[in-house]
Nanobody
């Protein structure tokens, strides 16, 4: 049974860094496209970044995070990561990981298995 658990969020000052983790169980992390999404009150859900199955070696980043965030997986630990640098107040939100559509060239599209989320707050 697929299970995803997010962790690593917190309160940081602008310019700071966080690394989010998504621990996966019940499937092989290499065989699925998977990504990070975020929500804030009153705003639409945003696909932040997603990564293709390992055999395809494709990543997608929203324009708002390009050059600041990096998505990667550690298959041995069955964990997906999002390294977040140079954080801005507009990065604040509840971050989820989820399986996505296999084709990631145009963006991240949720397929199934949302995690519980981890809160990121960027404020002085």
């Amino acid at each position: 049974q697929v299970h995803l658990v997010e962790s690593g969020g917190g309160l940081v000052q602008p310019g700071g860094s966080l690394r989010l983790s998504c621990a996966a169980s019940g499937f092989s992390l290499d065989d699925y496209a998977i990504g990070w999404f975020r929500q804030a009150p009153g705003k639409e859900r945003e696909g932040v970044s997603c990564i293709s199955p390992s055999s395809d070696d494709i990543t997608y980043y929203a324009d708002s995070v390009k050059g600041r965030f990096t998505i990667y997986r550690d298959s041995d630990k069955s964990t997906l990561y999002l390294q977040m640098n140079s954080l801005k107040p507009e990065d604040t939100g509840l971050y989820f990981c989820a399986l996505t559509a296999t084709l990631v060239s145009y963006g991240c599209y949720v397929k199934d298995y949302w995690g519980q989320g981890t809160q990121v707050t960027v404020s002085s």
